[in-house]
Nanobody, 123 residues
Framework: QVQLVESGGGSVQAGGSLKLSCAAS???????VGWFRQAPGKEREGVAR????????AYADSVKGRFTITQDNAKNTVYLQMNSLKPEDTAMYYC?????????????????WGQGTQVTVSS
């Protein structure tokens, strides 16, 4: 079992930055750790993922060049640095962990989920 706790959300103006953290505890082994977001009335979408501690990363097209996912293995924490935020980035952001054997950002491949942290970007 893996427990995930997100932090770092908040309210910022467009163009601002936030850094989300996802702290893992318990049986922390995972192959993929991903960040997902869900806005009201929309489906949950994958934002970014890191595979096997950094072998590879991947991003949704909508955040490429603005968001960066990193992992600190010593702290069992994954971060999502979000720059140049836009109002359309407003959503609840979730961290999730997967034991799927390959690199993935498909929500169904992720077993463990945090409770989420709200990000609100105003214009």
């Amino acid at each position: 079992q893996v427990q995930l706790v997100e932090s770092g959300g908040g309210s910022v103006q467009a163009g601002g930055s936030l850094k989300l953290s996802c702290a893992a505890s318990g049986k922390t082994y995972s192959t993929n750790v991903g960040w997902f977001r869900q806005a009201p009335g929309k489906e949950r979408e994958g934002v970014a993922r890191i595979y096997r501690g950094g072998i590879s990363t991947a991003y949704a097209d909508s955040v490429k060049g603005r968001f960066t996912i990193t992992q600190d293995n010593a702290k069992n924490t994954v971060y999502l640095q979000m720059n140049s935020l836009k109002p359309e980035d407003t959503a609840m952001y979730y961290c999730a962990a997967s034991v799927f054997p390959f690199a993935t950002l498909v929500p169904a491949h992720f077993t463990y989920w945090g409770q989420g942290t709200q990000v609100t970007v105003s214009s």
